[in-house]
């Protein structure tokens, strides 16, 4: 039986694109587009692969969502699922399954991913290693918080994501300057949390039913928040081959747990940690979403699969297949120097002559582009390899011999 999916893109954005043309190509699967865009801003061709096309007035508003959807199904006939990749959605999304009697993750479920502090007050009731925190709706929250625990400490806004408007505090200057930008209301409340020192790492799950059935592991160089504090480092994510042995039992472990009791159902999540200096392992956020940063094309070079249809299957018919990891890969993400547009790249000949064999995929940034805002940088090189530290060294060396230049 053919199923009727409404897929959710707010914004026409390249990475919500390519999910939504994986749930394209998805066998018994009829597809309609919900967005606030207009239909022009699409690609004819993707346009007319659409069973249909719906505009709404806020795609991040559950009502819009609703009223939506009973349009397509009023047109169309009914609609079996509703679904999107987008952090900011996945509320509003459950908000509007359950008004429209769809499966899919409940309300209170998306709630505990999506509010970090109720996410933290979830996993620390269940016994779950994760950061000190407190939600700060006042500044005498926040000095309460900063007596208890001390410095250093992050603050971040309490649905954030990305390491958006996130900071490290190490003494009352930066705290004051931090809430001068950003001082925390009952309306607009902010994250406090314990600043861990440790490596940072990913675990990405699939879980069908609440059961665990696939992980993936990553480790990030440096972290995203030392990314964010300084944008001249070109970073690197790194996913090794081998995830199964002992330097990973401790997340293994943590990892479903920390699932479960937030209330998983059939997703791709996302989730960030530290490793300690003594090995334990503190969950820092968890997404019930796909994660970003082509987390998801460095999981489909791994495994020789299209994590992004393996996605789309999931989502549609609550199928999926665990792929053996057969690879080791990595980006490195260029990030431009100075102010302004990209003028130029320095280091491409050394680099393909040096790594040029390892590269399996590139998005090189061009000259006259504007600089990017986001800690994704102005590009990204993927590197593959059967052996984990081939591709470990090859990230090391392309990012001391690629600088983007702008001006």
Not at 147 to 173: C, H, Q, S, W
Not at 307 to 317: E, P
């Amino acid at each position: 039986m053919q199923q009727h999916v409404a897929f959710v893109v707010p914004f026409r954005f390249e990475t919500s694109l390519r999910f939504l043309r994986a749930a394209l190509d998805v066998p018994g699967c009829a597809v309609s587009l919900v967005t606030q865009e207009a239909q022009a801003a699409f690609e004819p061709d993707l346009v007319r692969r659409l069973a249909g096309f719906q505009q709404v007035k806020d795609a991040l508003s559950a009502s819009s969502l609703v009223d939506g959807v009973r349009q397509l199904a009023q047109r169309l006939g009914r609609v079996d699922r509703l679904i999107g990749v987008l952090e900011q959605l996945q509320v509003p999304l459950a908000e509007a399954r359950a008004a429209l009697r769809l499966p899919g993750l409940s309300v209170d479920a998306a709630v505990n991913f999506r509010e970090k502090s109720r996410m933290k007050d979830v996993l620390r009731a269940a016994g779950l290693p994760c950061a000190r925190h407190a939600k700060a709706t006042s500044l005498a929250d926040v000095r309460s918080f900063v007596a208890a625990v001390g410095y250093p400490l992050v603050m971040k806004p309490i649905d954030g994501a990305g390491a958006r408007n996130t900071f490290r505090i190490e003494n009352d200057g930066q705290l004051a300057e931090a809430l001068g930008s950003f001082p925390p209301h009952a309306t607009t409340p902010m994250m406090l949390e314990e600043f861990i020192v440790g490596d940072e790492h990913s675990y990405d799950a699939v879980a069908i039913r609440g059961d665990v059935v696939w992980h993936s592991i990553s480790r990030y160089s440096p972290s995203p928040l030392t990314v964010k504090e300084n944008d001249w480092i070109q970073w690197t994510v790194l996913l090794p081959r081998e995830i199964d042995g002992p330097e990973f039992a401790g997340i293994r472990a943590v990892g479903p747990r920390a699932l479960s009791v937030l209330g998983v159902g059939t997703q791709l999540c996302h989730m960030e940690w530290f490793r300690r200096k003594d090995g334990s392992v503190a969950v820092s956020e968890v997404g019930a979403r796909p994660p970003g940063a082509q987390f998801t094309t460095l999981m489909s070079w791994c495994h020789d699969v299209d994590m992004y249809k393996a996605w789309a299957r999931l989502m549609v018919h609550d199928t999926f297949d665990p792929p053996q990891r057969k690879f080791a890969a990595g980006a490195a993400y260029l990030r431009g120097q100075g102010h302004g547009k990209v003028v130029r790249i320095h280091g491409l000949d050394v680099a393909q002559k040096e790594l040029g064999h390892l590269v399996v995929e590139v998005r090189l940034p061009k000259p006259g582009q504007e600089h990017a805002t986001t800690y994704e940088g102005d590009g990204y090189v993927i590197l593959r390899h059967p052996e984990t530290k081939v591709v470990e060294d090859g990230l090391k060396r392309l990012v001391s011999i690629v600088r983007v230049e702008l001006q």
